[in-house]
């Protein structure tokens, strides 16, 4: 069965830090680009950043440029999603998904996702 599963999201405050994880099991990683989005409530689903197959390639969306980097470890089949400076508005269900080769920006190329992980920056 082929699957991602985010982990590691919860609640923090303004300017902590999370990292978010994406396993995968069922499938290597290795020929996929990975991104994660994001849905906020009662907003549609946004492209975070994504990082190519073998992660020499990376992009980010200009809300998170500077705070978030993305990294993947191809041997444990497992990327990530550093967060810093977290501000309320990155308050959000994060979700990664898995396009076969090269990042897109549109989402029904991606075939993989996972379920979600709850992040919410509130004081």
């Known amino acids: 069965q082929l699957q991602l599963v985010e982990s590691g999201g919860g609640l923090v405050q303004p300017g902590g830090s999370l990292r978010l994880s994406c396993a995968a099991s069922?499938?290597?990683?290795?020929?996929?680009?990975i991104g994660w989005f994001r849905q906020a409530p009662g907003k549609e689903r946004e492209g975070v950043s994504c990082?190519?197959?073998?992660?020499?390639?990376?992009n980010y969306a200009d809300s998170v440029l500077g705070r978030f980097t993305i990294s993947r470890d191809n041997a444990k089949n497992t990327l990530y999603l550093q967060m810093n400076s977290l501000k309320p508005e990155d308050t959000a269900v994060y979700y990664c998904a898995a396009r076969y080769y090269y990042c897109s920006g549109i989402e029904n190329e991606y075939a993989y996702w996972g379920q979600g992980t709850q992040v919410t920056v509130s004081s």
């Open positions: 990082i190519s197959r073998r992660g020499g390639s990376t």
């Open positions: 069922g499938f290597a990683l290795d020929y996929y680009a």
